[in-house]
């Protein structure tokens, strides 16, 4: 059931506010129309009840002999009266209905009866029997008009003589409960609230999907521009604390990148102290070796601060073709001999900061020649993503170092020597500049032997 239910806030409000609209309109339409066929039943039973006193007013000044004619006169398919010696037998429980003692109050009213009989009422739902010898009078017309049409109304009055005068008729319906002047009405009244709805649910919710793009923007500019304070009051204070912690992050960066560099200038002074000092090293095997060493520092401060720049220089992002922009790395590489081919592949626009990425495919393409013997790379575009994929023939990772590579400076030393150079920062400058394009970056281990570096960049 969820799985059909709207994810967003937007779907999820716009829900809720629709279904109470919908529960109201249902209750204000059941109570409009029981109210509205109240009103005219009362007024048919009124108007019926004021004909029957009428016409047994006029029957019972009218001389006796004149009753018969009068009655057969007054009769009709919709109205039929009758005239009997004696009472037509009744059902006490119907004739005590609170609508049967209306009727009788109001007739004794307008007719009275003095100490004689009382007037017989009965006011029956179709189907149900009226009282026993009456029913013929209800016989087929046009007030018979099916289940649930009309309630039937029944009056015996009695004459001041002995005789009885007979009525039978219906009180009128309301009509359809849905009339299409009343289906047109809620339909026009359903497409302005549900327009107004829209409106403003999401006029209420824009600034939060405002606020979800922002932060998926800063995971990967931190320099992007500050997120409009508009909406409601609660909406406003989130994008305000929102700016405030993109200007936290941007000054926590910039200070560590200072901070970084300050390191690596102090450093490389004494460093190179170090290596004038260790040139004069009269044993060639200690001073090669402190040479190196002294290198290897060098280049992990260089490293080091290199990392950081990367993460706050914003290059402009513009379209490349991807394909070309991965050639032109497996073409440099190997144009200086190293083992790297790349499967043929059409071209692929992607919006993107092309130095970047092109160092980063490069850092993974590297460390496959060097690590894997070998680099294959292929490029394909999925509905969802653009994939590069780069295999090698080494010996792989153990699965529990998969994801400890990417960590700067870390180096699986079974498989990664330091005799081949680096620092362990590749990967760690890969996945950064991937990351900040939106996408990810893979390792896996192939049933074939070697490893697997899958780029994945949004489409």
Known sequence: MNRFL????????????????????????????????????AIGGFAAAQRIANLTRLVQEAPREWRERIVSTLSDQAFRVSLSAQPPATTATLEDDAASLAFKEFLIEQTPVGTGPQPRVVVFARGRPPFGGFHPMMARGPMMHGPGGFRDLQVAMPLADGQWLSFATGLPDSGPAFSRQFLVSMAVMAIIILGVSIWVVRRVTAPLASLAVAAERLGRDVTAPPLRETGTIETRQASHAFNEMQTRIRNLIDNRTRLLAAISHDLRTPLTLLRLRAENVENPQERNKMLSTIAEM???????????????VSEARRPTDLMALLQSVVDDMSDAGLPVTMEPAASVIYECRPAALKRALTNVIDNAIKYGKSAHTAIKVTPKAIEIMIDDQGPGIPESELSRVFEPFYRVEKSRSQDTGGVGMGLAIAQSVVQAHGGALYLSNQSTGGLRVIVTLPV
């Open 6 to 41: 709207p994810k967003s806030l937007f779907g999820q409000t716009l829900l809720i506010l629709l279904a109470g609209l919908i529960i109201s309109h249902a209750v204000g339409s059941w109570l409009y129309t029981a109210d509205r066929e109240q009103a005219v039943r």
């Open 298 to 312: 060098d280049s992990m401060v260089g490293a080091t601060l290199q990392f950081a720049r990367d993460e706050t």
